[in-house]
C-alpha cells in the first residue's frame, strides 16, 4: 500500500445563504478531501493469491481482522485497491485533524491570537468556538483559501509519478526519514496504527458535526459544546 507518508449565476446575498445552509455539505467536503473522481474500472475477480495479498495489507486488526463484508477486494483491480486505501487514508488524515480542532476549538474554547482577516477587521477569537458558527463567520477569501489549499493537494497527489495506484507514495511527507529506518514489520504497524486512529477520527467527526447540526443526535455530546 502506498505508504504513510460554482456556482450558478446569484446574488452576494444568495450566496451567503448557501455558504451557511450547506455547512454540512462542505463538511463532507473536507473530510473527503476532494476524493478524485476518477476511479479505476473494475476487473474480473481476484485468484485466491491475490485475496491473500490483500489480506497481508496494513489496516487488519484485531478484533474485527480482515473485514470486507461486501466482498469489494474481489471484484475490483488491483489498482482500484489502490484508490480505496488512498481514499480511506485521505478521509483519515483529514478526520484526525478535523477532530482535533473541533476538541481543541469547541472543547478547550482555544482561538488564536490575532486576527485572520487584518484588512476586514476580523480576529479568530470574534469567530467564536463554535466551529459551525465559525464557518459561517469566516470571510469568503479565507473559505477560498481553504478549498483552494485542499484542491492544491488533491492535484499533486494525483499528477505524482508514479502515482500511487502504480506503487508511488501517497502525499508523502517524511522529512526526517523516519519510516526509512523502520523495518518493514514496524512500518506496517505503524500504517495500521494510523488507519485504525483515522477510522476512530471519522466516527468522532460525523459525531461532532451530528451534533451540532441535528440537536439531540449524538446525546453525550452536548451542543452547547459543538
Not at 478524485?36 to 485466491?48: E, N, Y
Not at 475490483?76 to 481543541?104: N, P, Q, Y
Not at 526509512?180 to 471519522?202: C, H, I, P, V
Request: with cysteine.
Amino acid at each position: 500500500p502506498p505508504r504513510s507518508t460554482l456556482f450558478p449565476y446569484t446574488t452576494l446575498f444568495d450566496l451567503s445563504q448557501l455558504l451557511t445552509m450547506q455547512y454540512a455539505a462542505l463538511c463532507f467536503l473536507a473530510l473527503a478531501a476532494v476524493a478524485s473522481a476518477f476511479a479505476p474500472a473494475a476487473a474480473p475477480l481476484r485468484t485466491k493469491s491475490a485475496l491473500n495479498g490483500v489480506q497481508d495489507m496494513a489496516g487488519i486488526s484485531k478484533p474485527l481482522g480482515f473485514f470486507d463484508p461486501a466482498g469489494y477486494s474481489s471484484q475490483v483491480s488491483d489498482d482500484a485497491l489502490m484508490w480505496f486505501r488512498a481514499a480511506e487514508l485521505k478521509h483519515s488524515r483529514v478526520a484526525m485533524v478535523a477532530c482535533a480542532g473541533w476538541i481543541t476549538t469547541a472543547g478547550l474554547g482555544f482561538t488564536f491570537p490575532g486576527d485572520i482577516s487584518p484588512t476586514g477587521g476580523v480576529s479568530y477569537a470574534s469567530l467564536g468556538t463554535k466551529p459551525v458558527e465559525a464557518w459561517a463567520a469566516l470571510p469568503y477569501a479565507g473559505k477560498a483559501q481553504i478549498i483552494g489549499v485542499i484542491a492544491i493537494i488533491e492535484f499533486i497527489s494525483e499528477v505524482s509519478k508514479p502515482h500511487y495506484t502504480k506503487g508511488g507514495d501517497f502525499v508523502k511527507f517524511d522529512p526526517l526519514n523516519l519510516s526509512g529506518k523502520m523495518s518493514a514489520d514496524a512500518f506496517k504497524a505503524k500504517q495500521t496504527k494510523e488507519l485504525n486512529n483515522g477510522r476512530l477520527a471519522m466516527i468522532g467527526a460525523m459525531s461532532f458535526s451530528a451534533a451540532a447540526t441535528i440537536p439531540g443526535s449524538v446525546p453525550e455530546i452536548g451542543r452547547a459544546h459543538v
